[in-house]
């Protein structure tokens, strides 16, 4: 690993975020007064809307669209429709994209810039039995943070979608104009790897509208529980698929589940499998050995490993194992080693595994299949398109050629400059907001924006957003309305975070 970063290193960091500050200062390019008239009305707008803005989200986390299950297609649809319509947006339509449809809308407010907005309008799966309160339900209840909403969806991003959407409702109710026009794209297959959703670049409505935007956000909830925030400059790729054996494709094993006393004569596609599985990776898991895998990994840049290093300076590690409920890191690394494993590093995770029986007791079987449900994520300069072919000649030389590949969606990694006005204008209400922040090279997470970032826009795009929340993809997922600890916005907080945020796009 490398070496402690110079202390010239992080003195030129604070250098250049003291610049940023005083650019960003009030009164530095800013239409200042405007804003100022503009945002005590509005804030007041937002206090009143409040409650009419968490009903809609409890309505919204009532009516989870599930890609995976194809359920609540139309509805979710029809539902993302309307909650855009509501809030300002004309011309709003489903957008087909061979898969579940898109729904898209524009807001012009005959303003001199466009602004995108990415909403993913789809949910992950949930069991029931593992929530503290039904996660449809919208459970409002009492965190240490403060009041908070429990329920799928909470922070996965209806919430902060919610608080998006009430800044826009805030905006009409105060009869002021918004300061950039708005672009909406809505997803409804992010939670399966966003299969289509490049497809609504087809449509030339879409394409026309997206190229006029300064660049796309998908409105996030940004803060640590402490109230500190990271701004990231790109996210990682990724791939889901799933490697099925089967002792019908195989030749061997069985064609169906037998007697298990049968092992002794009959092969098993199962243990075919998890021999499959074991050529993908050494190091206990942890690093991918999928022939020419690391061809095109483009290594950490100083500047990246500067930002990280002051990144591990800022966060907190006990806080964030805590939070994972983690006690050490891969080979026991210190903190800002796993933080840059972390941002440069793909990996290939096993997200499940379903063979056989897995109900109560046993059941003496020989399963005649299994599946292996993987994903693979990506960094610069890996593609969907170079790293897919690798996994299957991979398989073929190992002598699992036999293993069905189904990919089942993905897309590739994405960057965004340091300078570029998304990013500048989210350190610039994080200034004025006194939020400590820091910038990060890329999320281990993955989004779709490499719809905007790659051919044919080349936007600049990213997360951003006030508020905190947790629990994305697992059991009590929640999202704090009303915050105890004045360092960590709640609901109102995060809809004036949006406000200012396009206040910014407006001059920045």
């Known amino acids: 690993m490398t070496a402690e970063t110079p202390s010239a290193d992080r003195r030129t960091i604070l250098k250049a975020a003291a610049a940023s500050a005083a650019l960003l200062a009030p009164g530095a390019g800013l239409a200042q007064s405007r804003r100022d008239a503009d945002r005590e009305a509005i804030r007041a707008a937002v206090d009143a809307g409040y409650e009419d803005s968490v009903r809609r989200l409890r309505e919204w986390i009532a009516l989870p669209t ?296 046993g059941k003496t079987i020989l399963p005649a299949r299994g599946v292996a449900k993987l994903d693979l994520r990506l960094v610069p300069n890996m593609t969907v398109a170079d790293a897919l072919p690798k996994l299957r000649r991979h398989l073929e030389r190992h002598g699992f050629g036999d293993i069905e590949v189904n990919m089942s969606g993905g897309y590739d990694p994405t960057e965004t400059a340091e300078d570029s006005n998304v990013i500048r204008a989210q350190q610039a209400v994080y200034t004025r907001g006194n939020v400590e922040f820091s910038l990060f090279p890329r999320s281990a997470g993955s989004w779709p924006g490499f719809v905007f970032t790659g051919e044919p826009l080349r936007k600049p795009a990213g997360q951003f957003g006030l508020g905190h929340g947790s629990g994305a993809h697992a059991p009590d997922e929640y999202m704090i309305l009303e915050s105890s600890n004045p360092r960590v916005a709640g609901f109102r907080e995060a809809a004036m975070g949006y406000v200012d945020f396009l206040y910014e796009m407006a001059t920045i």
């Open 66 to 361: 599930i890609a995976a299950e194809r359920l609540n297609i139309d509805e979710g649809v029809q539902h993302m429709s309307r909650l855009a319509t509501e809030a300002g947006f004309t011309g709003v339509r489903a957008v087909p994209t061979g898969g579940i449809p898109a729904v898209f809308g524009v807001l012009d407010a005959g303003a001199r810039r466009t602004v995108g907005i990415y909403f993913m309008y789809d949910v992950k799966q949930y069991d029931p039995a593992e929530w503290a309160s039904p996660p449809l339900e919208g459970r409002i209840f009492d965190h240490p943070l403060g009041r908070a909403i429990r329920g799928r969806g909470a922070t996965n991003q209806k919430g902060p979608e919610s608080a998006f959407l009430a800044a826009l409702h805030a905006f009409r109710a105060s009869g002021r104009r918004l300061p950039v026009n708005l672009v909406l794209l809505a997803e409804g297959e992010e939670e399966i790897g966003s299969p289509n959703f490049i497809n609504t670049m087809r449509d030339p409505e879409v394409l026309a509208a997206m190229r006029r935007a300064e660049g796309v956000i998908i409105p996030s909830n940004g803060q640590a529980p402490n109230g500190s925030a990271s701004i990231t400059l790109g996210a990682k790729g990724i791939i889901e698929l799933e490697l099925v054996a089967s002792g019908e494709r195989w030749g061997r094993g069985p064609a169906r589940d037998i007697h298990s006393s049968l092992k002794a004569q009959v092969d098993s596609p199962v243990w075919h499998l998890v021999e499959a599985l074991k050529t993908l990776t050494t190091d206990h898991g942890n690093t991918p050995a999928i022939e020419g895998w690391f061809e095109h990994v483009r290594p950490l840049t100083a500047r990246e490993r500067a930002l990280i290093a002051e990144a591990a300076r800022t966060r907190s590690e006990e806080e964030v194992k805590r939070s994972l409920g983690v006690q050490r890191w891969i080979d026991d690394l210190p903190w800002r080693e796993s933080l840059e494993r972390l941002a440069s590093q793909p990996t290939v995770n096993i997200e499940g595994l379903v063979a056989g029986y897995t109900g109560p007791g």
